[in-house]
């Protein structure tokens, strides 16, 4: 039997997820050099604005049995991360990474349904990302700019997207990643 089952990273789970993260993002014109996502999940991870609720592993329950509950290999992961707009406390979505060969398999798609509805859960105002509007327009996300939210980078226009997570509209102001992220 072959599933997929998204859960909360846990501590043995680390270097699994340096793994697919490092697999997700190495770049073509340095192999063997860990990409940058590596060293900022790690740099993450001690950072204050760590959520441990808010990091999702993807895994695929392939085990003879049949049973989630036993095992099964980590194929992607994601992590919301303590942001700020202005001074108020939001989340930053990223990164999000999937094993090659999983890619354009729904496990992206699974774990950003499942981080936006713990995030939500957790009744945390909003969540910002810089990726592909074509791809993350289906969860919701649009442009910040549209949302009176001001990215950290403008250049990086539309790529830079939002969604409130509560029925109020968010409250312009200037968005900040937590800290390693100003480190990249």
């Known amino acids: 039997m072959t599933g997929m089952l998204v859960r909360r990273e846990r501590a043995d789970d680390v ?6 993260v490092a697999a997700a993002f190495s770049p073509a014109d340095a192999p063997g050099q860990p990409p940058i996502e590596v060293g900022l999940l790690d ?4 950072d204050a604005g760590w959520i441990p609720a808010l990091s ?12 989630p509950a036993t095992g099964g290999d980590i194929v992607g992961h994601v992590v919301c991360t303590r942001a700020y707009l202005d001074d ?5 979505l990223g990164p999000l990474a999937v094993r090659p060969d999983r890619q354009r ?4 798609t699974a ?31 649009r ?17 830079f997207q ?23």
Request: aromatic letters at 8%.
């Open 143 to 159: 442009p910040a700019a549209a949302l009176g939210i001001a990215a950290p980078d403008p250049r990086w226009g539309e790529y």
């Open 105 to 108: 398999a729904g496990v992206g």
């Open 162 to 184: 939002a969604r409130a997570l509560n029925p109020l509209p968010p409250v312009p102001g200037r968005f900040r990643y937590a800290e390693p992220f100003d480190r990249l």
């Open 56 to 67: 999702l592993v993807a895994m695929d329950t392939h085990d003879q049995a049949g049973d």
């Open 111 to 141: 774990l950003t349904h499942a981080v936006l509805a713990a995030a939500e859960a957790l009744d945390e105002p909003l969540v910002a990302l810089l990726g592909d509007p074509a791809y993350y327009r289906r969860f919701g996300l």
């Open 15 to 20: 270097a699994a997820v340096r793994a697919v």
């Open 88 to 92: 108020r406390p939001v989340l930053g």
């Open 43 to 46: 740099e993450l991870r001690a």
